[in-house]
């Protein structure tokens, strides 16, 4: 995947209702086309996207469609209950498509948006291969997988990344990144740009000063350790924490 996404923080920044599909649209293809055509992907593409549902349930008491339990989900795992696209809900394969075709389990779940890709002329022909073909199902949905979750990323930004450690060397390797010097090939050709080298991220641990070290023994022996042996357990002290404790809770709880 590629760098450059930002964590959202506050549930106002949430893209708004309708950027995904919903599940019974009055005309089912046309509302899949418009949703995704706007991301830049195309028939083929939605097929094969919509093939993850061979994966997981839905429950009709947070979607409003589906079974409350089926014979596939009634004993989990996990939280029994609701309706699945297939029958081994857990594995990832093209049971999805086929399912769909043959429509005869009447426990397995089939949304108008799931019918429209054998409805649908053109989906139709995408649907189809990937009920025969399991293997270019998976080349065609890791492709369209990819390039929806990197819609919107930032790919080296101008404005760099912004790191906690080492952030002389990034911002120096971003400048080298972005201000490549020319090299020349073994043809002579003519210099030719540097490949792209990505950010190192560093997860060293940085070691106390010496000057904390003496303070942190310094208070540590002044509540009666010491480097030979364990701090004695105060147990008025240990009292005093719990009431602290629990009288923090009932403000909380109080409000």
Known sequence: MKYGRVDITAPEQCPPEGRL????????????????YRMGLDDKEIVALSGAHTLGRSRPDRSGWGKPETKYTKDGPGEPGGQSWTAEWLKFDNSYFKDIKEQRDQELLVLPTDAALFDDPSFKVYAEKYAEDQEAFFKDYA?????????????????????????????????????PAPTSDTNGAG?????????????????????????IRAEYEGLGGSPNKPMKSNYFLNIMIVIAGLAFLTSLAGN
């Open 143 to 179: 492709e369209a997988h990819a390039k929806l979750s990197n819609l919107g990323a930032k790919f080296d930004p101008p404005e760099g990344f912004s790191l906690d450690d080492d952030k002389g060397a990034v911002a120096t390797e971003e400048k080298a990144v972005a201000d």
């Open 21 to 36: 599909p919903d599940a019974g649209p009055r005309l089912p293809a046309e509302h899949l086309r418009e949703v995704f």
């Open 191 to 215: 210099p030719q740009p540097e490949p792209f080298v990505a950010a190192k991220y560093s997860y060293k641990k940085r070691e106390l000063s010496d000057t904390m070290k003496q303070k």
